[in-house]
């Protein structure tokens, strides 16, 4: 199993831009379809964006579409989330979950969907 780290939050204005890493160790790591997800204050966990076992599949929350792009560097065995026109609704800690999947272009979406988890990381977002 894929254990992920994740990384590169912190405090950005509005408008600003942030990239989250998300290093995963484990051997299975080019046989896994990765995730991030985040929490808000007083907020349910809900999707922000996956990425397919091939980097070719992708999907976007709505709310994070055009602005957030999710890639993958099998050869450092990392995820990265760019995030930019950040907002303050975008606040929350974002989490980096991963699954081990036998079809090369599947993107799962929901929570459940994932086995490993990493321990999140805080984003900010000042007005």
């Known amino acids: 199993q894929v254990q992920p780290v994740e990384s590169g939050g912190g405090l950005v204005q509005a408008g600003g831009s942030l990239r989250l890493s998300c290093a995963a160790s484990?051997?299975?790591?080019?046989?896994?379809?990765m995730g991030w997800f985040r929490q808000g204050p007083g907020k349910e966990r809900e999707f922000v964006a996956a990425?397919?076992?091939?980097?070719?599949?992708?999907s976007y929350a709505d709310s994070v579409k055009g602005r957030f792009t999710i890639s993958r560097d099998d050869a450092k065995n990392t995820v990265y989330l760019q995030m930019n026109s950040l907002k303050s609704e975008d606040t929350a800690v974002y989490y980096c979950?991963?699954?081990?999947?036998?079809?090369?272009?599947?993107?799962?979406?929901?929570?459940?969907?994932?086995?490993?988890w990493g321990q999140g990381t805080q984003v900010t977002v000042s007005s």
């Open positions: 484990g051997p299975t790591f080019s046989r896994s379809a």
């Open positions: 979950a991963a699954r081990t999947v036998i079809s090369m272009d599947y993107v799962p979406i929901i929570s459940d969907d994932y086995a490993s």
């Open positions: 990425i397919s076992r091939n980097g070719i599949g992708t």
